[in-house]
């Protein structure tokens, strides 16, 4: 499976971005995949994971109710979207696949299995 992430950018505070994450390589339904984010001088934490199979999503608290996780499946295809950005959001966001089947959704960055290159999200103040 091959994560391929893009869609960051600079921003202003309160701004908008959607991340996309492209999965190719016969990614299966049965996976979770989840967004982290790793800030200079940090651990890479979680951000929001998606159960592909029902949709089911979990949330990180500091972007509950401003990032939404998504997916296509017709197009293999994550999403974040991510609104009222603040300067804290900066950081480079990776997508990640869990390869182990119909597994709830984990926060440990090691449960996942697959990863992308990041995208760089900077949100000035």
């Known amino acids: 499976v091959q994560l391929q992430a893009s869609g960051g950018g600079l921003v202003q505070a309160g701004g908008s971005l959607r991340l996309s994450c492209a999965a190719s390589?016969?990614?299966?339904?049965?996976?979770?995949m989840g967004w982290f984010r790793q800030a200079p001088g940090k651990e890479r934490e979680f951000v929001a994971g998606i159960r592909w199979s029902d949709g089911n999503t979990a949330y990180a608290d500091s972007v509950e109710g401003r990032f939404t996780i998504s997916r296509d499946n017709a197009k293999a295809t994550l999403y974040l979207q991510m609104n009222s950005l603040k300067p804290e959001d900066t950081a480079i966001y990776y997508c990640?696949?869990?390869?182990?089947?119909?597994?709830?959704?984990?926060?440990?960055?090691?449960?996942?299995?697959?990863w992308g290159q990041g995208t760089q999200v900077t949100v000035s103040s």
């Open positions: 990640a696949a869990d390869a182990i089947p119909y597994r709830a959704i984990l926060r440990l960055a090691a449960a996942y299995d697959y």
């Open positions: 390589g016969r990614p299966s339904s049965s996976y979770v």
